[in-house]
């Protein structure tokens, strides 16, 4: 095999193919490392205060708050949580080069995740509407909150297998 003038042998053309492979799968565990601290942080806040804003919401008087400082919650919350996404994401694409993807993830993981995750995040707060009770939604707020470091370390872990 000749490539600019210079002949490889089949093993050598083995060897730079297999160090381009190696290539891809590094830069598919890089793009797959998890976010920063700092965002792994607020994600898990925001995942842990969505069930109980959805049951302010969902609540048939006013609970705590009205019902439309509940949805002010939701709003801000949720605004807030997107412009740290894009300044993580950012900050991320700038240190490596790389946009961060989900689709290196393993799918019985991020599918899992994508299924159960509104369940246990907006199910509590009509089990709270039903029953009145607020156990419903620290239960769904605690679980959310588990779920989330739990896939933090799953990725930290996913990120430091050797490639």
């Known amino acids: ?27 598919a565990a890089l793009s797959a490392t998890p976010w920063p601290t ?9 995942i842990a205060v969505l069930p109980i804003t959805y049951g302010g919401i969902a609540a048939d008087s006013e609970w705590l708050l009205p019902r439309l400082a509940w949805v002010g919650v939701l709003v801000a919350s949720t605004a807030a949580y997107g412009a740290l996404a894009a300044v993580a994401a950012r900050g991320w694409r700038e240190r490596t080069g790389v946009a961060l993807r989900t ?4 799918k ?19 089990a709270f509407r039903v029953t009145g009770s607020p156990a419903w939604l620290i239960a769904a707020s605690l679980t959310g909150a588990a779920v989330s470091v739990g ?8 990120h430091r297998k050797p490639a």
Do not use: K
């Open 151 to 158: 896939f933090h370390l799953a990725f930290v872990r996913l």
């Open 1 to 27: 095999m000749e490539t600019d003038g210079v002949s490889l042998t089949p093993e050598q053309a083995r060897a730079a193919l297999a160090d381009t492979e190696h290539v891809r799968t590094s830069a």
């Open 38 to 46: 700092w965002f792994f942080l607020t994600l898990t806040l925001y």
């Open 103 to 106: 689709d290196v993830l393993p």
């Open 108 to 126: 019985r993981a991020t599918v899992s995740l994508a299924v159960g995750l509104p369940v246990l995040l907006v199910g509590p707060a009509y």
